[in-house]
């Protein structure tokens, strides 16, 4: 929209709330309720793109990052960025993409790590299904308000009541292919729709990432021209999979992050083709930053050491009273308050003699001012370079990383921050946005659609907002 429009639109809004209210109130007369009047609606479509490890130094330092992202920076030029968003703890995707949707923090919205916990089968099973969330999220609140919803690909929405759903599912179902459990869990017709567009793709093509997000951006591209929802998510994930290979900065993360802006693109101009980008406000954010790691901890071999857990033939755990699952170290029996004490004790120990310098504890207290993972009993918080596992190989608590790249750590290390651009209806343009909160994205949709988000640990970002 441009600066001519905006200025007409204005005044005339406000004359007509103004004639809406009618003639002046007479003495005696109740005035009309403020909550009567409509909402005032800056954008009638917003666009969210979330990309997996979105480091704020791809679009704010491109050059030294070695990249070119013209679509990206067009975003940023017409609208406003920020120097670094503060995510969810633990800084993982499932976490921080359901504290985006939501509004709050994990220990209410209940999405406390990627896997439910496990310890025998070393926690496999991700948060797929939208049942597992406490909280209504941003897609509930706006069908409440009869606006069209659509996901492409965001986490935790198997299930969810959403009117034109691509959910992100099992990448590798054990009973089927991939299309098929695409199939089950979309919206009827919509995976072959794209598919066909693709053609060829295989039923198992989604596996591979590059192949995985060029299908998540031609599903978007195809819901913008054939549904126009009011709200679409979409999460793209390629950078995630490069950087844990080959870490941040590398060869493959520089590939990555130039192919996200390019489907940035294609959404964009599908936006156009639909006649809706003018009226469309576009968020791009991400779920965390990344850490280049060259060594692993393992939590579980301390836990083994002191006989809190066997470990079979195999290597997986047979029996245990605490296990960790990745960073979080968990009890059995919460209640046993007395074994707690004995095991951060024990880590506390190792840490500040054994291991020092390389991880610290972080207390139950510190996770409930984070409001993360009400279940731990505390974490384990590696120091730059290393990262945390499950595992439990040979009897060694550090062992040689077999990828270059890791997130997890705790949201208040810069190295965790993820970035933030908007653009686009209801945006200003130009704003210093130095340091964001993730758990404020989900209320600011919802003022950019007209509504409040009630009830959330989050606020709208009013500065960047027209």
């Known amino acids: 929209m441009s600066m001519r429009r905006l200025s007409f639109a204005l005044p005339l809004a406000v004359l007509s709330l103004l004639a809406a209210t009618g003639p002046a109130v007479r003495a005696g007369q109740r005035a009309p309720s403020p909550a009567a009047a409509p909402p005032v609606r800056p954008a009638d479509h917003v666009i969210v793109i979330s990309i997996d490890g979105f480091r704020p130094a791809m679009y704010l330092d491109s050059e030294r990052e070695g990249v070119t992202l013209p679509h990206l920076q067009a975003l940023r030029a017409a609208g406003s960025a920020a120097e670094g968003m503060v995510v969810a703890h633990p800084s993982l995707t499932y976490v921080s993409h359901t504290t985006l949707a939501t509004g709050v923090r994990p220990a209410r919205h209940g999405i406390i790590s990627n896997t439910k916990f496990d310890p025998p089968t070393g926690s496999p099973q991700w948060y797929y299904e939208v049942d597992a969330m406490k909280v209504p999220a941003i897609w509930d609140r706006a069908r409440e308000r009869r606006l069209k919803t659509a996901v492409a690909s965001w986490p935790v929405t198997v299930g969810a009541t959403i009117d034109v759903r691509f959910p992100e ?227 060694s608590v550090l062992v040689g990383a077999t990828r270059f790249g890791a997130h997890g750590f705790l949201p208040t290390e810069a190295r965790m921050h993820t970035g933030f651009i908007a653009a686009g209806a209801g945006i200003r343009r130009g704003v210093p946005l130095p340091l964001l909160r993730q758990i404020d994205v989900a209320p600011t949709i919802a003022r950019l659609l007209g509504f409040t988000m009630p009830d959330v640990d989050g606020v709208p970002i009013v500065g960047v907002l027209k």
């Open 169 to 395: 599912s099992n990448q590798a179902p054990p009973d089927s292919t991939w299309l098929a459990r695409a199939r089950r869990d979309s919206t009827p017709g919509l995976v072959d729709a794209v598919a066909q567009q693709l053609a060829p793709y295989g039923e198992n093509d989604n596996r591979n990432a590059v192949q995985r997000d060029r299908f998540t951006a031609a599903m978007a591209a195809h819901i913008i021209r054939t549904e126009k929802p009011n709200l679409l998510m979409i999460h793209l994930m390629e950078t995630d999979t490069a950087q844990h290979a080959d870490g941040p900065g590398s060869v493959a993360a520089r590939t990555a992050i130039q192919h996200i802006d390019a489907h940035v693109g294609a959404i964009l101009a599908a936006a156009d083709e639909a006649g809706i980008r003018e009226r469309s406000a576009v968020i791009v954010t991400g779920d965390h930053g990344f850490s280049r790691v060259h060594t692993l901890i393992q939590p579980n071999v301390i836990l083994r050491q002191h006989g809190w857990l066997t470990t079979n033939e195999r290597g997986r755990v047979a029996t245990w009273q605490v296990a960790s699952h990745a960073s979080a170290i968990r009890l059995k029996d919460p209640g046993d308050t007395a074994l707690a004490a004995k095991v951060e004790q024990a880590f506390r120990e190792a840490a500040a003699v054994t291991y020092k310098g390389i991880f610290r504890v972080v207390s139950r207290a510190e996770l409930d001012d984070l409001g993360a993972y009400p279940e731990a009993a505390f974490f384990v918080e590696p120091a730059e370079g290393y990262y945390v596992s499950d595992g439990v190989q040979d009897d």
